[in-house]
């Protein structure tokens, strides 16, 4: 199945076999293996925008560009962080290549121009349910130009993505490693009270990524797998 890249929302996660993207600690480098990584960064490219929420700027401290891939585009970043957590020194601001826009809510002006003086683009929105909502991340950077958006975040995020019906793709790649309950979500709480409510994904494309397994599926809209026996 094709699909424009146009309009794509890609969710993109890297867990173990049982789903969990860190100990329970926070500790989560690496999880998936060489190979996985340069993978996720040939996506990376194919995409306008990489957004991550400030939990994992906090965690990871990530830049979020691409690299390893010569003469490639480099998306812009965006960090979506409510009460502008996010460090000064993050090196998601280091990459001049292209622009890191921070979504927050309403910011003192010192602060918000500290965060310019760092060259980040900071858009303020409204606060919707105490935090800025997905929906309106995803509206302002259409609006810029940027259709292709790709998540990269954890399970917070990654659930706003499916709660609000936003994430077309998924990319999947999966470790053989099991990290146990004590690990963290690669998907936060949904509050599901029926299976019928689950978001469905058809797999497109699953190959070996070295040990891992790097799986693709894309939204369904009118799921038939349910009828399987
Ligand atoms: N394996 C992977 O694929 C992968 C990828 C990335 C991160 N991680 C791991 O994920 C862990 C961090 O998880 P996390 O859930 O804290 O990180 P996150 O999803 O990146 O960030 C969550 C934070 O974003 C802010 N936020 C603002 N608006 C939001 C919205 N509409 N929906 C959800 N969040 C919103 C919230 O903080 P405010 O309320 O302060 O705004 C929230 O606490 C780390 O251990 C990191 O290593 C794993």
């Not at 690496?30 to 194919?46: F, G, K």
């Not at 936003?166 to 309950?181: D, K």
């Not at 998907?187 to 891992?212: C, K, M, N, T, Y």
């Amino acid at each position: 199945m094709s699909v424009p890249i146009e309009g794509r929302v890609t969710l993109k996660v890297a867990t173990s076999l049982d789903g969990k993207i860190a100990l329970a600690n926070g500790k989560s480098q690496w999880i998936t293996n060489a190979l996985s990584r340069q993978c996720v960064h040939h996506i990376r490219a194919e995409h306008d925008v990489i957004v991550t929420g400030v939990g994992t700027v906090l965690s990871d401290d990530p830049q979020l560009n691409v690299r390893g891939l010569e003469g490639s585009d480099q998306p812009a970043r965006a960090v979506i962080d409510t009460h502008g957590r996010t460090p000064l020194d993050a090196k998601i601001f280091s990459s001049a290549e292209s622009p890191c826009y921070l979504f927050t809510g309403p910011l003192q002006a010192e602060r918000r121009a500290d965060y310019e003086a760092r060259g980040a683009v900071v858009i303020e929105c409204p606060i919707q349910e105490g935090r800025v909502s997905l929906t309106t991340v995803v509206e302002r950077l259409r609006e810029r130009g940027m259709d292709a958006i790709m998540i990269e975040a954890g399970g917070a995020l990654a659930a706003s993505g499916l709660k609000t019906g936003l994430v077309t793709h998924i990319e999947w790649f999966r470790a053989p490693i099991i990290l146990g309950g004590d690990g963290l979500n690669v998907i936060a709480d949904l509050g599901l009270v029926e299976i019928a409510q689950a978001a469905h994904f058809q797999r497109v494309q699953s190959q070996a990524a070295g040990s891992d397994l790097w799986e693709s599926y894309i939204y369904q809209d009118t799921p038939s797998c349910s009828q399987d026996l």
